[in-house]
Protein backbone atom coordinates (compact mmCIF):
# COMPACT_ATOMS: atom_id res chain seq x y z
CA UNK A 1 0.00 0.00 0.00
CA UNK A 2 2.61 2.07 0.26
CA UNK A 3 3.83 1.95 -3.22
CA UNK A 4 0.13 3.01 -4.19
CA UNK A 5 0.35 5.96 -1.71
CA UNK A 6 3.49 7.33 -2.82
CA UNK A 7 2.28 6.75 -6.25
CA UNK A 8 -0.80 9.04 -5.90
CA UNK A 9 1.36 12.08 -3.89
CA UNK A 10 3.91 12.33 -6.80
CA UNK A 11 1.26 12.30 -9.49
CA UNK A 12 -0.59 15.41 -7.15
CA UNK A 13 3.28 16.89 -7.38
CA UNK A 14 3.84 16.69 -10.76
CA UNK A 15 0.19 17.91 -11.94
CA UNK A 16 -0.30 21.10 -9.76
CA UNK A 17 2.35 22.84 -11.08
CA UNK A 18 0.93 22.54 -14.88
CA UNK A 19 -2.50 24.34 -13.17
CA UNK A 20 -0.29 27.17 -12.17
CA UNK A 21 1.16 28.10 -15.40
CA UNK A 22 -0.61 30.95 -17.61
CA UNK A 23 -1.93 30.44 -20.75
CA UNK A 24 -0.68 32.80 -23.52
CA UNK A 25 -4.67 33.51 -24.96
CA UNK A 26 -7.85 33.58 -23.83
CA UNK A 27 -9.68 33.34 -20.50
CA UNK A 28 -8.33 29.72 -19.61
CA UNK A 29 -7.60 27.97 -16.32
CA UNK A 30 -6.33 24.53 -15.91
CA UNK A 31 -8.16 23.07 -13.40
CA UNK A 32 -7.26 19.84 -11.29
CA UNK A 33 -9.93 17.16 -11.07
CA UNK A 34 -8.15 14.38 -8.37
CA UNK A 35 -10.40 11.09 -7.26
CA UNK A 36 -8.27 9.01 -5.43
CA UNK A 37 -10.90 6.60 -4.38
CA UNK A 38 -10.90 5.57 -8.03
CA UNK A 39 -7.05 6.62 -8.64
CA UNK A 40 -7.88 9.12 -11.35
CA UNK A 41 -6.16 12.42 -11.43
CA UNK A 42 -7.12 14.60 -14.62
CA UNK A 43 -6.46 18.73 -15.73
CA UNK A 44 -8.98 20.19 -17.39
CA UNK A 45 -8.48 23.33 -19.81
CA UNK A 46 -11.69 25.50 -18.63
CA UNK A 47 -12.90 29.23 -20.41
CA UNK A 48 -13.04 31.26 -23.44
CA UNK A 49 -11.18 31.62 -26.18
CA UNK A 50 -12.21 34.67 -27.68
CA UNK A 51 -16.03 33.50 -28.72
CA UNK A 52 -15.00 29.84 -28.27
CA UNK A 53 -15.87 27.36 -25.12
CA UNK A 54 -13.07 25.33 -24.03
CA UNK A 55 -13.58 22.17 -22.12
CA UNK A 56 -11.02 19.81 -22.40
CA UNK A 57 -9.03 17.58 -20.96
CA UNK A 58 -5.13 18.38 -20.92
CA UNK A 59 -3.80 15.36 -18.91
CA UNK A 60 -5.29 12.61 -17.92
CA UNK A 61 -3.50 9.93 -15.94
CA UNK A 62 -5.09 6.58 -14.10
CA UNK A 63 -3.43 4.50 -11.13
CA UNK A 64 -4.82 0.69 -12.65
CA UNK A 65 -3.27 -2.46 -10.95
CA UNK A 66 -0.39 -0.78 -9.58
CA UNK A 67 1.11 1.23 -12.65
CA UNK A 68 0.13 4.85 -13.96
CA UNK A 69 -1.37 4.84 -17.15
CA UNK A 70 -0.82 7.96 -19.21
CA UNK A 71 -4.22 8.12 -20.96
CA UNK A 72 -4.14 11.85 -22.65
CA UNK A 73 -0.74 14.02 -22.51
CA UNK A 74 -1.65 16.73 -24.13
CA UNK A 75 1.58 18.97 -22.80
CA UNK A 76 4.57 20.55 -25.06
CA UNK A 77 6.65 18.03 -23.42
CA UNK A 78 5.30 15.19 -22.28
CA UNK A 79 3.92 14.54 -18.60
CA UNK A 80 5.71 10.99 -18.91
CA UNK A 81 9.23 12.57 -18.56
CA UNK A 82 7.97 14.53 -15.57
CA UNK A 83 7.24 11.46 -13.77
CA UNK A 84 10.33 9.66 -14.56
CA UNK A 85 12.14 12.41 -12.77
CA UNK A 86 10.07 12.05 -9.86
CA UNK A 87 11.00 8.77 -9.29
CA UNK A 88 8.40 6.05 -11.06
CA UNK A 89 10.20 4.29 -12.98
CA UNK A 90 9.63 3.42 -17.13
CA UNK A 91 8.46 -0.05 -15.63
CA UNK A 92 5.84 1.40 -14.18
CA UNK A 93 4.12 3.76 -16.59
CA UNK A 94 1.78 2.59 -19.28
CA UNK A 95 1.44 4.94 -22.19
CA UNK A 96 -2.38 3.57 -22.39
CA UNK A 97 -2.89 6.15 -25.29
CA UNK A 98 -1.12 4.02 -27.76
CA UNK A 99 -2.40 0.62 -28.99
CA UNK A 100 -1.30 -2.21 -27.32
CA UNK A 101 0.31 -3.50 -30.06
CA UNK A 102 2.68 -0.46 -30.07
CA UNK A 103 3.72 -0.32 -26.32
CA UNK A 104 6.14 -2.76 -26.68
CA UNK A 105 8.64 -0.15 -28.48
CA UNK A 106 8.15 2.55 -25.77
CA UNK A 107 10.07 1.56 -23.71
CA UNK A 108 7.79 1.80 -21.00
CA UNK A 109 5.62 -0.59 -19.22
CA UNK A 110 3.15 -2.79 -21.63
CA UNK A 111 -0.22 -2.87 -18.87
Not at 60 to 88: F, M, P, S
Request: proline content about 5%; overall charge negative; glycine content about 8%.
Amino acid sequence: MEKLAQYRQIIKDVLIPYTQIPYSHGDLICKPVFDETHDSYILMTLGWDRKTRVHGCLIHLDIINGKIWVQRDETEDGVTYDLEAAGIPKDQIVLGFHPEKIRPHTGYAIA
